[in-house]
């Protein structure tokens, strides 16, 4: 069964930028699509941005234009480039990868500070 492992998250201040990463491994099957979904404190996890294996790439309306996502099929990663960091994107960011199944990774907190 495939394992994610994230890193990157921290503290940063507004307007600052911070560099999400996660890695596959364990995978017996063809990942179809990876990307990040992200839960604040007391509301529910919602896609933030997610890449297909032949490059296409979605985001929500929110981050549209401050977050970038990349992926690299061979080695089978997922990065989140976070510019322009707003409080209120203050968030538990989860990595997921979509084989037969959905796994997730086990989150990685991004703080900022206003």
């Known amino acids: 069964q495939v394992q994610l492992v994230e890193s990157g998250g921290g503290l940063v201040q507004a307007g600052g930028s911070l560099r999400l990463s996660c890695a596959a491994s364990?995978?017996?099957?063809?990942?179809?699509?990876m990307g990040w979904y992200r839960q604040a404190p007391g509301k529910q996890r919602d896609l933030v941005a997610a890449?297909?294996?032949?490059?296409?790439?979605s985001y929500v309306d929110s981050v549209k234009g401050r977050f970038t996502i990349s992926g690299d099929n061979a080695k089978n990663t997922v990065d989140l480039q976070m510019n322009s960091l707003k409080p209120e994107d203050t968030a538990v960011y989860y990595c997921?990868?979509?084989?037969?199944?959905?796994?997730w990774g086990q989150g990685t907190q991004a703080t900022v500070s206003s």
């Open positions: 997921y990868a979509v084989e037969y199944q959905i796994t």
């Open positions: 364990g995978s017996s099957f063809t990942i179809n699509a």
């Open positions: 890449i297909t294996r032949d490059g296409s790439t």
